[in-house]
């Protein structure tokens, strides 16, 4: 009877390893559940891009209008007889700001760089502010 008994714990025990150790095991399933919803979250992304360009093509099969599109907003051409007309916005005053915060960047680097090329030339001199 204790014979028969340590088999059937043996056994159990391995069936039980079995779930969480080796081929079919929960944590495999676990990593392929994960793999497979990032492999599905890639489709997707690249089905849109696929979309895309089928679009584009269908576009581009169908008339001129999206060549004609293309060509005014990417190569900046117009039809004959057109005129050509650029609209300058007149700069809001968070444009300015920064602009003077790229201009007072630049001119920093450039006296720190002009200052590093001085000391470099002549080690020996010292310069003052005064």
Same mark, same amino acid.
């Given at each position: 009877?204790? $014979? ?6 043996? #056994?159990?025990?391995?069936?039980v390893? /079995? ?8 944590? &495999?399933?676990? /990593?392929t ?5 990032i492999?599905?979250a890639?489709n997707?992304?690249?089905?849109e ?5 089928? $679009? &584009?093509l ?7 209008? $999206?060549i004609?599109?293309? $060509?005014?907003?990417? #190569? ?5 007889? &057109?005129?050509?007309? &650029? ?12 602009? !003077? ?5 630049? #001119?920093?680097n ?10 470099s ?5 010292? !310069?003052?502010?005064?």
């Amino acid at each position: 009877m204790k $014979a028969l008994l340590v088999v059937f714990s043996i #056994l159990l025990i391995l069936l039980v390893a /079995r779930l969480w150790v080796g081929t079919g095991s929960y944590p &495999e399933r676990w /990593r392929t559940q994960e793999r497979t919803t990032i492999q599905k979250a890639a489709n997707e992304k690249r089905q849109e891009q696929i979309d895309k360009i089928q $679009a &584009e093509l269908n576009d581009a099969k169908s008339g001129n209008d $999206a060549i004609e599109e293309r $060509a005014r907003s990417e #190569l900046g051409m117009t039809k004959k007889g &057109e005129t050509y007309f &650029e609209v300058i916005l007149k700069p809001t005053k968070k444009d300015k700001v920064k602009e !003077e915060k790229e201009a007072n960047k630049l #001119l920093k680097n450039k006296q720190n760089s002009h200052a590093k090329n001085s000391v470099s030339k002549n080690p020996n001199k010292v !310069e003052s502010n005064d």
